[in-house]
């Protein structure tokens, strides 16, 4: 099982946390520092997604530090309302990137533990009662021998615990990599996929996702103007996650969230908009064309700027706002934190599920 409520021999809580081992039955505890979205909505989600760069942007991700930890945890304590969801891209496990300038806890600890014991410290010292419950998605690693990883790579879903989960594939995240040359050199690159059950009783479906940089041996990559999404390893791995969401969802009402290396208007964008039906959740909120849209940078490399992830959804869901997203390299609370932006938003649930 590769749910990690708590680390290993920890009770997640700090002396002044009124709830250790408190269960379900909190679930009424309402509207305590923004517990509910705008308008006491029940059936509404608000949903992170953000890619963190393994923890370690101060290092330009050479390596993991504990301060990145803390702070990207304390500011998610610190929003308002707070999250039901978080989509996490680039999350190590293990390896010497992860822990030579931030050393273990325990000997079992990984970055998502840690994350997690940060979250609930920061929550109860600023008294919110909320918890969460998080999933870590292996994707690939880089051993130097068989004890020890160069690096690590993977995904994260983190949770409210008043949600119910219908099914997830931790164990085994679908693999929806290109290969073609190198392919022991090809990073693998994976689909996460949760059904939950809120506490309105309606079902949903999330899908995590960070498909791979366009490939340099494609002709299209030296020879076009734009590259983030029109690589066609890009294309076919877009086409493997729209099979898999397609085969595997639990509910009418899904949402597929991720860093997907492409800009908006892109062939991997036109593809899941025009060919599979997923709605662009940023666009129809902000009203937005396919260049306003890249006008909106969610991640910076040098001095570039790229509008690289997205929210995508069935067209159930009601999608209500983006409260809290900022642009890359403007003021705002994750500003410094990774080299992407979080997408926050917000939706409703429909009134039934399939």
Request: glycine share 8%; aromatic share 8%.
């Amino acid at each position: 099982m590769t749910e990690r409520r708590l680390p290993p021999g920890s009770s997640g809580t700090t002396p002044d946390d009124p709830t250790p081992g408190r269960d379900a039955t909190s679930a009424a505890r309402g509207a305590l520092h923004g517990a509910e979205p705008p308008g006491g909505d029940p059936a509404a989600l608000r949903i992170i997604t953000y890619n963190v760069r393994y923890f370690g942007h101060g290092t330009r991700g050479i390596a993991s530090t504990s301060a990145a930890i803390t702070r990207i945890a304390a500011t998610l304590a610190r929003l308002s309302p707070l999250p039901d969801l978080v989509c996490l891209q680039e999350v190590e496990t293990q390896s010497l990137r992860s822990s030579t300038m931030n050393p273990r806890w325990h000997p079992e600890e990984t970055q998502l533990d840690r994350l997690m014991t940060e979250l609930h410290a920061e929550l109860a010292r600023r008294e919110r009662r909320e918890r969460y419950v998080a999933y870590y998605f292996p994707a690939h690693t880089y051993r130097l021998t068989s004890r020890t990883n160069i690096y690590t790579t993977g995904l994260a879903v983190i949770a409210r615990d008043t949600f119910r989960i219908g099914h997830h594939n931790a164990e085994r995240p679908h693999d929806i990599t290109h290969r073609r040359r190198v392919k022991s050199l090809k990073q693998t690159r994976i689909c996460a996929h949760v059904s939950f059950e809120h506490e309105s009783g309606q079902r949903f479906d999330v899908f995590n996702t960070h498909l791979s940089l366009p490939s340099v041996f494609s002709r299209e990559f030296w020879t076009g103007e734009a590259r983030m999404g029109f690589g066609p390893n890009q294309l076919e791995e877009a086409r493997v996650l729209a099979d898999f969401v397609r085969r595997e969802q639990r509910s009418d009402s899904f949402i597929v969230v991720g860093d997907f290396n492409s800009l908006p208007g892109s062939p991997v964008d036109r593809f899941l908009r025009e060919e599979i039906g997923f709605v662009d959740a940023f666009a129809r909120v902000r009203c937005m064309s396919e260049s306003e849209a890249r006008a909106f940078p969610t991640a910076g490399f040098m001095n570039l700027r790229m509008h690289l992830d997205h929210v995508y959804s069935s067209e159930r869901l009601q999608w209500l706002d983006f409260t809290g997203t900022h642009p890359f390299g403007h003021k705002g609370e994750f500003a410094g934190l990774s080299d992407h932006v979080p997408l926050i938003a917000r939706c409703r649930l429909p009134g039934g599920s399939r």
